[in-house]
Structures are given as structure tokens and as C-alpha cells.
């Protein structure tokens, strides 16, 4: 993966822990009320059984798509979770290169996705914006700075 900031050098592991919570609990708080908000409203809990239910709201299908592939850029960007998906079994269904290839495409799809969605919600107004917005931005700066951070926890001053 590539560096973007080796300007940093090695930062202090304390600071690079709390970087990289910090970005973690902030892509995942805009992603889950994304995914509270797009689930149907309740019944008020002393409304009559036979009043009918109020219509759902409007759903842009594009933007649940890119909800879903920014929760995936999420859980893949977290340390070591990659490792335990055990995404070598896919390995057996490819050819040696043809495998690589694979690999490299969709390690470019979940860095990409997360500034589509965050560009997307911005031109086009829907239901979850703000919540696409702001976890797209904090999905894609923990891709940019997982390099940086790791190696600052890897290694010591």
C-alpha cells in the first residue's frame, strides 16, 4: 500500500492508536444511523392496531448501494480483519494471475468507493446525504492514513 504521509516519519504509538480509533468509531457512527435511517418508521406505541402505517419514504437504490460498499470499505480497512475473512479459499477458483487481478481490483473499488459516495451525495440530495457524506470522508482518510498509522504501531522510535 502505498504511504501518503511519510513526511510524519514514525509517530508517537500512542497518538497513532488514537488516530486510528478515532477514525474507526468515526466512519462507523455516520454508517450505522445511515442504516437506521433507511429502515421503515415504526407505529407510534399507542396508535390504534388498525391505523394504517405511514408510507415509507422515498429510497434512492444508488445511494443504498454505495451505503453497503462503504460499510465493506469499513470493515476491510479495519487492521487484520482482512486476514480472518480467509479470502484465500477465492484463490482456488481463479488462475495464479487471474486471482491478482481480482485482488487488485477490488482493493481499488473499496478505496474508490468511498469518495464516490461522499461526491455523490453531495451533487444529489437523498435521504442518508449527510451520513454518506461524512462516512465516505472518514472511510477514505482511514484508507490514506492505515499505512502510516500501522507502521507507527509496528515499529518503535
Known amino acids: ?18 488516530l486510528m480509533m478515532a477514525l474507526i468509531i468515526g466512519a462507523a457512527i455516520p454508517l450505522a ?4 435511517s433507511i429502515l ?15 408510507p415509507s419514504p422515498h429510497r434512492d437504490s444508488f445511494s443504498i448501494f454505495l ?13 487484520r480483519i482482512a486476514e480472518t475473512l480467509h479470502l484465500d479459499l477465492l484463490a482456488r477458483l481463479f488462475a495464479g494471475s487471474w486471482f491478482e487481478h481480482v485482488e487488485m ?9 468511498p469518495a464516490l459516495a461522499a461526491a455523490y451525495a ?22 490514506l492514513l492505515y499505512p502510516t498509522l500501522l507502521d507507527s504501531l509496528a515499529t518503535r522510535p
Open 105 to 113: 481490483i477490488f482493493s481499488i473499488w473499496l478505496i474508490f468507493v
Open 67 to 79: 451505503l453497503l460498499n462503504i460499510s465493506l470499505s469499513a470493515l476491510a480497512a479495519i487492521p
Open 1 to 18: 500500500m502505498l504511504d501518503f504521509l511519510p513526511s510524519f516519519g514514525h509517530l508517537n504509538p500512542r497518538l497513532a492508536v488514537l
Open 40 to 54: 421503515p418508521p415504526e407505529r407510534e406505541p399507542f396508535s390504534p392496531p388498525d391505523l394504517p402505517r405511514q
Open 33 to 36: 444511523l445511515a442504516w437506521v
Open 122 to 143: 453531495v451533487v444529489r440530495p437523498n435521504p442518508i446525504r449527510k451520513h454518506l457524506i461524512f462516512g465516505g470522508i472518514f472511510v477514505l482518510t482511514l484508507w
